[in-house]
């Protein structure tokens, strides 16, 4: 019974940290007209970690001023500066940061 009860709790505590929990996002991209805006899906993104690592991982690129990940449609939005990167570069690091996101 007592080892029911721990399966039960621990079942419980993983349901609520889950990696399948969406929060709702009011973010909005800002984008000059200079600036240039690359979209790229990445089917594998499912939690706010996950968001967390490629939006981080991407402003460590140069001339990437601003990226959002959509959970929801799984689409990282990346406004950057063409004179200082350009979509390979951005996919590139995309690419790399999917390797540190938790889901997988």
Do not use: F, H, W
Not at 9 to 37: G, H, P, Q
Not at 44 to 62: D, F, P, T, W, Y
Request: glycine letters at 2%; charged letters at 20%.
């Amino acid at each position: 019974m007592k080892t029911l009860k721990i399966v039960i709790i621990i079942t419980i505590a993983l349901s609520i940290t889950s990696c399948s929990r969406i929060k709702e996002d009011n973010s909005v991209l800002m984008k000059d007209v200079n600036d240039s805006l690359l979209v790229i899906n990445i089917p594998s993104a499912s939690c706010g970690n996950c968001q967390k690592v490629i939006e981080e991982g991407l402003q460590n690129v140069r001339g990437v001023k601003q990226s959002l990940l959509n959970l929801n449609t799984k689409n990282v939005s990346v406004v950057y500066n063409p004179n200082m990167a350009s979509s390979e570069l951005i996919t590139k690091a995309v690419t790399q940061l999917i390797y540190k996101i938790p889901c997988k």
